[in-house]
């Protein structure tokens, strides 16, 4: 069975809570309890991790080699400062997909470059909690040999 990390940024423990107008109305926990059972249909198993430190997600991206297959990762306001974050995922060599529940192009202009997209197979914006679902699915696709991504 293929295992996936599903690793969480700064600021999304406060889900459900922070700006529901941009973020929705679900909890971490709750996006997590929708991705293990997505990931379960799949065929997949999933870790879920979430930390506001970026040495730590650091250390979580590093630890994955040799443990998953894939990331799914939703960095944050790391997606658009953390040339580490890059860094570690080019290092890992895993395929990555970048999730964010808002659509960062359409908001403040700082949030339109992301160092992550550099090193990801893919970048999925803008469709809320339903975004780390398409992840798991561009994944398991991924894996299979499916069409490029």
Known sequence: MKSVLILNGPNLNLLGTRQPEVYGSETLAMVEDRCRGHAEALGLAVTCVQSN?????L?????????????VLNAGAYTHTSVAL???????ELPTVEVHLSNIHSRESFRHRSYISRAAIGQICGFGSF????????LQQHFSGGAPI
């Open 53 to 57: 430190h970026e040495g730590v997600l």
């Open 59 to 71: 250390d979580h991206i590093h630890a994955a080699k040799g443990t998953h297959h894939g990331l």
């Open 86 to 92: 890059m860094d570690a995922i080019y290092s890992v």
């Open 131 to 138: 975004g780390y679902l398409m992840a798991l699915d561009a």
